[in-house]
């Protein structure tokens, strides 16, 4: 086959994926600390945690002035909805990005499998982002009983219309690329069929995780139609990264030689360390103990929250060590760094962290069942007065209140992704909990 100029033009405001090194999506493992630092080890690009389209639908975006970054919140489920009357009430942080040192390198990951919602929830983040990427890879249950994932690539005309729409009303009019990501087929010519018929979507890269959907994360990823898929990607214009067991920039180099492929994208050795996005001629892989700081630092910047920041720790500090056993029992950031010797330096950032949190030394007292019961009917009552008072205002309009508890009660309160955050203690801290 021979290898054409062609390429889909990279809109103004997107990003090629050609020559490029990057971090892979990762539900839990892929928030906002951890891309800054796979971008400041030396990654081209970064990609977020997958969010579910109806998780993003309703969100509301913030500036947040204390950790520069854009927020997309809504209330949480749990409790009152009025914070004025339930103090515990907050909102939950759907999604973060720091637009400074990420947004012209962030690709945003959603779930969807359906074109008006993936539309509606992209158009939401289109303007702080550098891409949309459609994950059609993911083979757990969560996401394929809804249609999501890898469920995708066993509808390809879904997808398609997906991949058409989120092109046509998001990607042009915001001026950004829309990319998909998908796993490869149980054969060759069923892999070809599909990306030949992604590739005429008007996509601007693929991404192809070399494992078919049954294989578990262990198993070795298989190469042997990655060269085929690269071809029909470069006839087509569209940049292709390669997925799977690659384990740093250097090997990654290889491999898209060895391959003819644009790029290539990194997961869970990414997970454990960050730096091994970093050259080797520039030092190359960094040890735990330095990279955990760097951690612990831009998570503290971004004020991520305290149960990720300590999942990610689990998977970053080897297991045997005292520093893991001490981190375990941490309740705080102060705890953490106290556990990793860094209190001199870091002891009083962590404070003023664990303040604004509310966590730690600054954990408020717990309401009692009773309290809670009381704070909740008192909220809803407020609310139905307020509704009244306004119904009773404008006759005719719908209410704003009215508007927003909809929003609120349409099921979407607790999305999948939330949900996965907030895993049960319960879950074994070194586990990568998904492998998707
Ligand atoms: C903790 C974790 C979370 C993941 N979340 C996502 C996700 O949100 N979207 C996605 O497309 N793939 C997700 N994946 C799959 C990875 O992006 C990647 O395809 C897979 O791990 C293979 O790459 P690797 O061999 O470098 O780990 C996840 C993987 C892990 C380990």
């Known amino acids: 086959m021979t290898s054409t100029a062609k390429r889909v033009p990279i809109p103004k405001n997107g990003v090629d994926y050609r020559g490029r090194i990057v971090l892979a999506p990762m539900v839990r493992s892929g928030e906002c600390p951890s891309r800054l630092l796979a971008l400041e080890y030396g990654a081209d690009l970064v990609w977020g945690p997958e969010t579910i389209d109806k998780a993003l639908i309703g969100t509301a975006r913030h500036i947040n002035p204390v950790t520069n970054t854009v927020d997309f919140t809504r209330l949480s489920s749990n409790g009152a909805k009025n914070p004025a009357i339930n103090p515990d009430q907050r909102e939950s942080i759907i999604y973060r990005l720091h637009p400074e040192k990420e947004g012209k390198k962030l690709i945003y990951q959603i779930g969807t499998s359906n074109p008006e919602t993936a539309v509606q929830a992209a158009k939401l983040i289109a303007p702080d982002v550098a891409g949309i990427d459609v994950n059609a890879g993911c083979p757990k249950p969560f996401s394929t009983s809804g249609g999501m994932g890898a469920a995708l690539l066993k509808k390809p ?4 219309s997906i991949l058409r729409a989120l092109v046509k009303e998001v990607g042009e009019p915001n001026e950004i690329g829309i990319s998909v990501k998908v796993r490869i087929l149980d054969t060759a010519e069923a892999t070809e069929a599909l990306v030949r018929q992604l590739c005429d979507t008007g996509i601007t890269g693929l991404t192809v995780h070399c494992r078919t959907t049954p294989m578990r994360p262990r198993e070795r990823a298989i ?31 290889g491999l898209i030689t060895e391959f003819g492929v644009d790029g290539a994208m990194i997961a869970t050795a990414a997970e454990t360390n960050p730096s091994v996005f970093k050259p080797k001629d520039e030092g190359g892989e960094a040890p735990w103990h330095e990279v955990v700081k760097e951690y612990v630092k831009t998570a503290m910047e971004v004020e991520n929250r305290f149960g990720n920041t300590k999942y990610l720790l689990g998977q970053m500090i080897p297991g045997k060590l005292p520093a893991y056993k001490s981190m375990m029992t941490a309740k705080s950031y102060r705890d953490i760094v106290k556990a990793l010797g860094h209190d001199a330096e870091l002891g009083e950032s962590a404070s003023d962290v664990d303040k604004r949190l509310e966590i730690g030394a600054f954990e408020k007292p717990k309401m009692t069942k009773a309290e809670r019961k009381a704070a909740n009917k008192a909220a809803a009552k407020q609310a139905e007065a307020a509704e009244e008072k306004q119904s009773e205002e404008v006759q005719e309009q719908p209410s704003a209140a009215g508007v927003k508890r909809s929003a609120e009660t349409a099921g979407l309160d607790m999305p999948p992704d939330v949900a996965r955050e907030q895993a049960p203690a319960s879950m074994p801290e070194r586990a990568s909990v998904l492998s998707v």
Not at 157 to 160: G, R, V
Request: hydrophobic share 45%.
């Open 223 to 253: 190469r042997d139609q990655l060269r085929m898929i690269a071809d029909i990607c470069r006839e087509a214009g569209v940049a292709c990264l390669m997925n799977g067991d690659v384990t740093s920039r250097d090997e990654a180099l």
């Open 157 to 160: 005309d879904l997808l398609c």
